[in-house]
């Protein structure tokens, strides 16, 4: 099970940081990543990471903007996002994945998904 958190209102140039609660088998993941979903649209890939490389992926819309990490315990995955723009705001959603196939910045190919945390970023 995983419970994203950290989402709010701020102000365009500023920050904030994500995190994602889990619980269950976290020994196992193969991967774990951050999508982002606005009205109308896919979920869009921000960022991932290969559980047991530690490999970091990012969405190219973030890339040098957002900062992904493991981080530890039950609450993994803090995402730093800074230099925020309009743009950025989304429902963000972390997912995890314990299988091996396809693209981890595919969000079909991960099984588990928390419910998501709102972002807003004003202008």
């Known amino acids: 099970q995983l419970q994203a958190s950290g989402g709010g209102l701020v102000q365009a140039g500023g920050s904030l940081r994500l995190s994602c609660a889990a619980s269950?088998?976290?020994?196992?993941?193969?991967?774990m990543g951050w999508f982002r979903q606005t009205p109308g649209k896919e979920r869009e890939f921000v960022a991932g990471?290969?559980?047991?490389?530690?490999?970091?992926f990012y969405g190219d819309s973030v890339k040098g903007r957002f900062l992904i990490s493991r981080g530890d315990g039950s609450t993994l995955l803090p995402l730093s996002m800074n230099s925020l723009a309009p743009e950025d705001t989304a429902v963000y959603f972390c997912?995890?994945?314990?299988?091996?196939?396809?693209?981890?910045?595919?969000?079909?190919?991960?099984?588990?998904w928390g419910q998501g945390t709102l972002v807003t970023v004003s202008s």
């Open positions: 997912a995890a994945r314990y299988g091996a196939r396809g693209d981890l910045s595919s969000a079909h190919t991960y099984e588990y």
């Open positions: 269950g088998d976290t020994f196992s993941i193969y991967g």
């Open positions: 990471i290969h559980w047991r490389t530690s490999t970091i």
